[in-house]
Structure formats: structure tokens, C-alpha cells
């Protein structure tokens, strides 16, 4: 399954950037992600092993997350779990007082029956990730 955005929000690209960066905080806004454990950190690159869950689906998953704050990117890959691929990408650039969040993701399950299964949940969770970050933009701006 493959998803991408494109939109125009009004906070600066370097808040946003750092929402969607800020990694640990995860589990206090998105609320698919019920429990995060960072596994290492070094300097633009992190692991961290997730667990999400979709109303009957829990999975816990690795991935490999490179943060680079000079050109606002956060891109993630699964190394260990559930899916055969998973990837994300996000870009932002700023759009004067604004910013414009480019964001992509692919992944699919190793299971098929899981595939089947998680893909119509998976689909009202993609439509609704970038609003999760965007309200958090807003909760630590207020």
C-alpha cells in the first residue's frame, strides 16, 4: 500500500519538522502508537522498536529512523517486524509563515492475510497521521 500528501500548514517548517523528529513523544499524540522504546542514538540516526495497535491488531516493529534538521527530513524503515517493506518519508519546507509537509509512506505486511486484513485500518490511520502532527504543532504552540 502506498500513500502521499502534500499540504500547506500554518506553522513554521523547522516546528514541524522538530514534531515530527521529536520520536519518544510519540505515544502522548498519535494515537495508533501505544507503547515506544528509543533502542540507540547517534548523530541524525535512531532506532527505535515500536508497538501500534489497530483496534484488534497489535504489532511491535524496529525501525531505522535519519533525522536531518538542516534540510528538515525524517526518514523511517522498518528493519525488524511484521512488514516485508515499510517506509516513510517526510519533507518540509517553508512556505513564508507557513510550511508545506510532503509526506510519503509504503509498507506492506509479510503476512497476507495480515496485509488484507490491516490495510482498511491502515488506510483511515495514513488519512489521518498528518493531522495528528499538525494538532500537535498546535497543542505546543498554544
Known amino acids: 500500500m502506498k500513500h502521499s500528501e502534500s499540504r500547506i500548514v ?17 505515544s502522548e499524540f498519535l494515537p495508533w502508537v501505544t507503547a515506544l522504546r528509543l533502542l540507540s542514538r ?25 533525522l536531518d534538521p538542516a ?7 522498518a528493519i525488524k517486524g511484521p512488514f516485508r517493506q515499510l517506509e516513510n518519508h517526510w ?11 510532503d509526506f510519503s509512506i509504503v509498507f506492506e505486511f509479510r503476512n ?8 482498511a485500518a491502515f488506510e483511515k490511520v495514513l488519512l489521518k497521521m498528518t493531522d495528528a502532527f499538525v494538532a500537535r504543532a498546535a497543542q505546543l504552540t498554544a
Open 91 to 101: 519533507r518540509f519546507t517553508p512556505e513564508g509563515e507557513n510550511c508545506r509537509i
Open 112 to 119: 497476507p492475510l495480515l496485509q488484507a486484513a490491516a490495510s
Open 42 to 66: 547517534e548523530e541524525g540516526a535512531l532506532t527505535a522498536e515500536m508497538l501500534v495497535g489497530f483496534g484488534p491488531f497489535r504489532e511491535k516493529y524496529t525501525s531505522s529512523i535519519a
Open 10 to 26: 500554518p506553522y513554521p517548517a523547522d516546528l514541524m519538522y522538530r514534531v515530527v523528529a521529536d520520536i519518544e513523544h510519540y
Open 71 to 77: 534540510a528538515r527530513t525524517v526518514d523511517v524503515a
